[in-house]
Every structure is written in structure tokens, then in C-alpha cells.
């Protein structure tokens, strides 16, 4: 089936060069040639940009002084991408590998320990990482003060668009084999993540970026968690109660963006595990279904869950304390908006909650039905609705698993066991063992990570 008429006249071989390949045809040929249309159109919307790959030139000349980046003269800049909140994202072209690369700004590096860590935490994981469906990191550059340098550049492959985008655009319109390819793509980099002792803890759909031929990979990992460093944390560090509750919550707080976060994040659950990650694929998954060719062409594209608030939080600026104002049926917090769709969770399900702060708190909530998801998705197959319904189920023990859902029938024309691989090892971040970081082992730890791209490099063990 073609993706759209507009589309199939949009596609022609002179937009789609050899040069521009991303790996083997898929095994349905024509849908996802389509979608590779489909997908080429939205980066040239978002972007402004031709799609067609250019001949790159033989060597890359050395970078326009106007520019203002500090850059190596193998990489030639091309455009500005975007901006985001923590610094500027360009195309470039780099000389040495004749290939297109995304290069990351990051300014005033050191001014917010928080921030500061979170980039640590990104390019330390995602360099320990190689695998088709995670972004990979191909080069972090010399920074040209050692001492007193405050930005960062981060050089990542480029890929075409993110399914946020997709999304989006109205234009374009999906089959099943489209967003089942996709939703399969993102659980293979989910499964290897897991293998490797992480939780992404921001997954949502800005941040799995996808190619023409659907492969999708995970990005931005600065809230990411590493469960062996929580496991070697040192018991002084757990001792100091206070400290440690109030960094728990300032990080959940930035944990996952409020309409992907599983309720047990926003009950501020200890002890989670990898199905919060599951619960923020089965919101994206649910997005990629209103993208469906058989969805009411009125119907406006959306997260499924659009919470304007999430007590404790982020509660209402003007009812901060007020739990009633939250746990009113027709309030817009979160946990409220989850409820309208799924129905309330039984008494068995509170009872499980871990503290009982959690369920003197959801008892707290007005009863609701629920309209579901077969009602709110009627125009989806039902082997969609049953993944939905196992991924989105409150009570996370009893969510799918991502090696679950590769079992589900859903997949049973693009599934690929040879493509289910885990990581080789785990992923360690020492830093995070370190309660309270200055600037100067803060710059130590980046040099470390530095130098796994530069081996010319001697860079000493940073001071405990």
C-alpha cells in the first residue's frame, strides 16, 4: 500500500543517491520505500535541506573563520541544525572519513554541576555503546585550552529525522508494517541498552532519531542511569539521608518528560526497573499509531498522555500543596490524565505500592472508568491494541518485557532473532560513585572520555 499519493509523486530515484545507503533492503520492499520517501520529506520540511546527499569533496577545506568554532579543519561546516537546551547542533562534513556527521556545542560546560554531569553522563555511556540502533558518538575533539576550556564539541553520525517529526507531520500517513518495523527497532536498542545495565529514563519520541529505512536510534542519554554504578555506590554516600533524598528527587524531577513517565516514576518509586522504559516506548508506540493511513483524517495527531501538571513534582504553580486540586478527576495532572484512558488502578495494584505515602495518595483519586484503548485507537488492528495494553499496564511487574514483545504477534512479519543482540559488558560510570564533584575532576573525567577517541592522549586516573 502506498503511504500516500503525494508521496509516491515525491519519491524519485535522483532524491535518493547510492552514495546515501543505510544497509539492506527490509523485507517489505515497497512500504518501506515509501516510507523512506516519507521520512526524506520531513527532514527536508524540518531542516529546510535538499535530500539528495551531494558529492563531497576530496578533502575538507579548513573551516571559515567566520564560523566562531574551534573546530579541527577536518570537519567543514555546512549548516545549523538546531538549538537546544544545552548548546547548538551543525552538519558538517568530515575530510578524513568523507562522511556527514552531526557535531553537538555544548557552551559553558562547567557552569552547572548538574548539567555539567549530565553531558558527562551522555558521552560516557553512549561511548561505551556500539550498536545500529543507539546513536553513536565518532569523535570528541581536542579542546584547544586543557585548563580552562567551558564548551565541548560532540561528534555524532547523522541521521534523517526523529520520530517526534514524523509524527507531526500530517502529511505523512503509515501502515501497519511501518510502525511495527519501527516500534521492533526501537525495542532491539532498548534490549541491548538493558543488556548493558542502563535505563534511558528520558525516552520519548525527540529522542529516538530514525533513517529512510526505519532503523531507529536511541540519543540523549544525560538522564540515563547505570544500574552497576548505583550497585557500587559506597555506604557513606547512602548513609547521608537528606543529601540523598533531596538529590533523588531533583533528579526525578528531570527524569522523562512528563507525558512518557510510567507512574511508578511519578510516585517516586525506589526501586524501578527497566519497564519504565517499556511504559515510555508503549506512549511513543501509541503516537506512531495515530499516524496510521486508517486514522479519521480530523483527528489531531497527540501524545497520549498530555498531562499539564505532575504532583508532587511539578504541581500547579497555583495549588502547590493542594492534593485534592490534583487527584480531582478533571484535573490535568498526570497521573489524572493516565487514569482517563487506562481506568484507576484496582486496590490489589495500591496495595502493592511500595510506600504508603504512594497509596494513601492514589486513594486519594476520584474513581474513573477509563475510555481505553480499543475505544480511543478503533481505527487500530488488534494485535496494536493488545501490545498497547501490555506495554502501557500500571503495575510494572506485570508489563511487558521487551523479549516479551518480541514474541508478540504483532511482529511476525518483521521480526529478525539474529537482529536481538545484548551488549558484550555492562556500562560503568565511576563518577556517579562520587558524591560531590569539582571542576577540576570534573575536567579530568572529560579528558577521560576524550582520550578513548584520542589514544596519543596520557591522561591520569582523576584524583579520588
Not at 558529492?55 to 567566520?66: G, I, L, M
Not at 564560523?67 to 578524513?96: C, I, T
Not at 501490555?390 to 518485557?401: A, C, G, T, V
Amino acid at each position: 500500500r502506498a503511504v500516500s499519493a503525494h508521496l509516491g509523486a515525491f519519491f524519485h530515484p535522483s532524491h535518493f543517491p547510492c552514495a546515501l545507503h543505510f544497509g539492506p533492503e527490509p523485507r517489505h520492499s515497497q512500504p518501506h520505500i515509501m516510507a523512506m520517501a516519507a521520512i526524506a520529506h520531513v527532514r527536508q520540511v524540518a531542516f529546510g535541506g535538499d535530500v539528495a546527499n551531494k558529492k563531497a569533496p576530496e578533502k575538507a577545506p579548513e573551516r571559515k573563520a567566520e564560523s566562531g568554532l574551534q573546530l579541527p579543519p577536518r570537519y567543514e561546516l555546512k549548516k545549523k541544525l538546531g538549538q537546544g537546551a544545552y548548546g547548538s547542533v551543525y552538519e558538517a562534513f568530515d575530510g578524513w572519513e568523507k562522511r556527514r556527521v552531526a557535531i553537538k556545542r555544548v557552551q559553558h560546560l562547567f557552569d552547572e554541576p548538574f548539567d555539567c554531569k549530565r553531558i558527562l553522563r551522555e558521552i560516557t555511556i553512549l561511548s561505551g555503546l556500539r550498536y545500529k540502533h543507539i546513536v553513536q558518538i565518532y569523535d570528541l575533539p581536542l579542546p584547544s585550552d586543557p585548563e580552562r576550556f567551558n564548551e565541548l564539541f560532540i561528534v555524532m553520525e547523522m541521521v534523517d529525522t526523529d520520530l517526534k517529526k514524523l509524527c507531526k507531520d500530517t502529511n505523512i500517513t503509515l501502515t501497519p508494517p511501518h510502525i511495527n518495523t519501527l516500534l521492533y527497532n526501537l525495542l532491539l536498542g532498548l534490549l541491548y541498552l538493558h543488556s548493558a545495565g542502563v535505563y534511558h529514563r528520558d525516552l520519548t519520541p525527540g529522542n529516538c532519531l530514525v533513517n529512510r529505512d526505519l532503523t531507529v536510534k536511541i540519543c540523549d542519554f544525560g538522564l540515563s542511569r547505570a544500574i552497576v554504578a548505583e550497585r557500587l555506590r559506597p555506604a557513606s554516600a547512602a548513609s547521608k539521608t537528606a543529601h540523598s533524598e533531596r538529590k533523588k528527587r531533583e533528579l526525578t524531577a528531570h527524569v522523562v518528560t512528563r507525558w512518557y513517565r510510567a507512574p511508578e516514576l511519578i510516585l517516586l518509586r525506589d526501586h524501578y526497573t527497566e519497564a519504565i522504559d517499556v511504559w515510555s516506548a508503549g506512549c511513543i508506540f501509541a503516537e506512531l499509531v495515530t499516524t496510521l493511513d486508517t486514522a479519521p483524517k480530523t483527528m489531531q495527531r497527540r501524545a497520549l498522555f498530555p498531562g499539564t501538571v505532575c504532583y508532587p513534582m511539578s504541581p500547579d504553580p497555583q495549588h502547590r500543596d493542594d492534593v485534592k486540586f490534583h487527584t480531582n478527576g478533571h484535573g490535568r495532572d498526570q497521573l489524572n490524565v493516565i487514569f482517563s484512558v487506562l481506568g484507576s488502578p484496582t486496590e490489589a495494584e495500591i496495595e502493592e505500592q511500595e510506600g504508603a505515602d504512594a497509596r494513601k495518595y492514589l486513594r486519594r483519586f476520584d474513581k474513573q472508568k477509563g475510555v481505553g484503548l480499543k475505544s480511543k485507537f478503533s481505527y487500530a488492528d488488534a494485535e496494536a491494541i493488545d501490545m498497547l495494553e501490555r506495554m502501557l499496564r500500571f503495575n510494572p511487574k506485570k508489563r511487558i518485557s521487551v523479549t516479551e514483545a518480541f514474541e508478540h504477534k504483532l511482529f511476525a512479519e518483521v521480526r529478525d532473532p539474529s537482529k536481538e543482540v545484548t551488549a558484550p559488558s555492562l556500562v560503568t560510570l565511576d563518577f556517579e560513585n562520587e558524591e560531590d564533584l569539582d571542576e577540576a575532576q570534573l575536567r579530568q573525567h572529560f579528558f577521560q572520555e576524550i582520550s578513548k577517541f584520542h589514544p596519543e592522549m596520557s591522561v591520569a586516573p582523576p584524583s579520588r
